[in-house]
């Protein structure tokens, strides 16, 4: 009669190794993303708004008060 159809183990196998190499790949991306915030923000350099405000003073740098 009708034979129930047998599953193919390879199918499954297959589907489990894609699965994992994208795991493997989105968790390098994601150290790699995150590697690359953490030396940005040990590695910044001085804002130029920051250096031209402190060699200039407050008063804007003339006048005899300083």
């Known amino acids: 009669m009708n034979d129930p159809r047998k599953k193919n183990p390879t ?4 589907v489990f190794i894609v699965v994992a190499v994208m795991l ?3 968790t390098l991306f994601y150290n ?3 590697e ?4 940005d923000e040990q590695n910044t350099p001085a804002p130029a ?3 031209v405000s402190t060699t200039t003073g407050p008063t ?3 006048g005899a008060s300083q």
């Open 36 to 39: 690359k915030r953490d030396f």
């Open 11 to 14: 199918f499954g196998i297959a």
């Open 32 to 34: 790699a993303i995150r």
């Open 49 to 51: 708004a920051a250096s």
């Open 24 to 26: 493997v790949i989105a």
């Open 60 to 62: 804007g740098g003339t």
